[in-house]
């Protein structure tokens, strides 16, 4: 595996999850509606009802429902695609960028930025189950219940993707049953605004300008985690599910997340007059409420750990050569969490979420443009993606400098030095800037910086792209295809 080498019991507490390595193709064995069950963790996440009640009270209701549209089809779209060139690979985002712009040093510093965000994620999403807990039983103090709820998501990460989506599957009935519940008992309760709920609109806001904007802003602080996070699961695809399975992965839990999670999030913030859902849900159902949010909030915070643990898994073992194992990480990922939420990290929501939307939809940007412009259009660079790191240069300026370039100009952007609109639209700057770079420096560099040394054991079903000279061989789909340093067939 690479230059590392680890143990046996290592092997063995990987042998299901591929945290350091790509998933070979005989493991590619899950169809598309196990994946997408196993992404709806994500979907089903009632931060979403946070985000639409937010902006439905604060920006107003059209333009919160014009921002989940907008939210749907680009997330979908990016989405879709990484989860194709995840499917094809067998790899996560944090292995393609070894070979998709970024060298195995350079790959390294997404991964630990992209872990950051979901143990940041964990801590939002442990604050909405620890809100929703003390309102019904408010004797018990704050810091038990995050200890309590932050340790127990450790030990449902602890067998990998079969548990994963084990728990998903038994659970997503039961999240059904309490969302149709707290839908009725909304609906037969009095609602605080007299109106439809889409034409309310707070004193001093229109629909479209600035307000409009400033909803696109907060859902590009989501957008990037959802569309780069399918790549975890997707890469356990079976391969003749890959066009079908792409397009569902990508868009069928953008829908749920932006449009009905979403939706359901401006129904009921502008009928109880109230932005937490931890909240309003425990008012409308009691107990129930308590349960269906520690429900919700279980099934996104297994996958948010689940992710951040091969994130910090990657980086690690590609700076310090340290390989404990994913279920070390798993535990440092939960601490992690925990430690956030006990220093407040909730009251910095906003912020937090523009940040890291510039980063990862930038990060995503590069990605899918190495893909499809520099790799498949302009042929320069491999035609599959390599992480082992002794074929790998350290860093490759394809991606690291475009990234480093798109966010940090998306940082000044969103700090507002650059006017309103681009302070709202930042992350989508950057991710514009980010695509432009990429293929200005893959041809600066003529792709000469993605392979070190010559490879020759690249086998058939892991080329992404066909090259068009390349005539119809028959034989074994694992037969090894040679290729020369350019990534070209020889």
């Known amino acids: 595996m690479g230059s590392v080498n680890i143990t046996d019991r290592e092997n063995e507490e990987m042998e299901d999850d591929y945290s350091l390595d790509k998933v070979p193709y005989k493991e ?3 169809d598309w509606p196990s994946i997408t069950n196993i992404t709806f963790g994500i979907a089903t996440a009632i931060f979403y009802f946070q985000i639409g009640s937010v902006m439905a009270l604060q920006f107003g209701a059209i333009n919160a429902l ?29 292995l393609m960028s070894r070979g998709g712009g970024f060298g195995y040093i350079g790959a390294s510093l997404t991964s630990l930025i992209y872990a950051s965000n979901f143990i940041m994620y964990c801590a939002f999403e442990g604050m909405i189950l620890v809100y929703a807990i003390h309102e019904f039983i ?29 728990l998903q599957k038994w659970s997503l009935p ?5 969302l149709l519940a707290a839908i009725t008992v909304a609906f037969f309760s009095t609602s605080l605004y007299d109106e439809q709920f889409w034409t309310y609109m707070p004193e001093g806001m229109q629909i479209g300008g600035t307000a409009l904007l400033l909803c696109i802003g907060m859902q590009h602080g989501i957008m990037g985690l959802t569309a780069l996070l399918s790549s975890d699961y997707a890469r356990f695809l079976k391969p003749e599910h890959i066009k079908v399975g792409s397009v569902a992965i990508g868009f069928i839990p953008q829908i749920f997340c932006y449009g009905v999670m979403g939706g359901l999030g401006i129904w009921f913030g502008v009928r109880m007059a109230e932005p937490n859902p931890g909240v309003y849900i425990v008012h409308l159902l009691g107990i129930g409420g308590a349960l269906f949010t520690m429900l919700t909030q279980i099934r996104i915070n297994v996958t948010n750990i689940y992710s951040s643990s ?9 700076v310090f050569r340290f390989t404990p194992g994913r279920r070390f990480w798993i ?26 939307g510039v980063f990862l939809l930038a990060w995503g940007a590069v990605l899918i443009t190495d ?3 520099v790799k498949m259009m302009l042929k320069i660079g491999p035609a599959f993606y390599e992480h082992r790191q002794q074929n790998l240069f350290k860093w490759n300026p394809v991606g690291v400098v475009s990234l480093l370039i798109a966010s940090g100009l998306g940082t000044v952007a969103a700090l507002g030095y650059m006017g309103q609109f681009l302070e709202s639209t930042a992350a989508f700057f950057a991710a514009v800037l980010a695509a432009g770079l990429t293929v200005i420096m893959a041809v600066l560099t003529k792709g000469k ?19 068009k000279a390349k005539k119809e061989r028959p034989g074994k789909l694992d037969r090894p295809v040679p290729v020369n340093a350019k990534g070209l067939n020889k």
């Open 28 to 30: 590619r064995n899950m």
């Open 66 to 94: 014009i921002s989940a549209a907008y939210a749907i089809i680009v997330a979908g779209i990016m989405s879709t695609i990484i989860s194709y060139l995840s499917a094809k690979s067998g790899m996560n985002v944090n």
């Open 138 to 166: 408010p004797i018990i103090p704050m810091w038990v219940l995050i200890v309590v709820f932050g340790t127990l998501v450790i030990p449902l990460n602890w067998f990998g993707i079969k548990q994963l989506d084990k």
């Open 174 to 178: 039961i999240f059904f049953v309490f």
């Open 310 to 318: 091969l994130s910090l898994s990657n980086f690690f073992e590609n």
């Open 331 to 356: 535990v440092v990922s939960g601490i992690s969490a925990m430690v956030l939420m006990l220093g407040g990290i909730v009251d910095h929501l906003d912020t937090a979420l523009i940040f890291q």
């Open 371 to 373: 893909a499809l412009i």
């Open 449 to 467: 910086y993605y392979l070190k040394n010559e490879v020759d054991d690249i086998n058939e079903e892991d080329i992404l792209f066909e090259p």
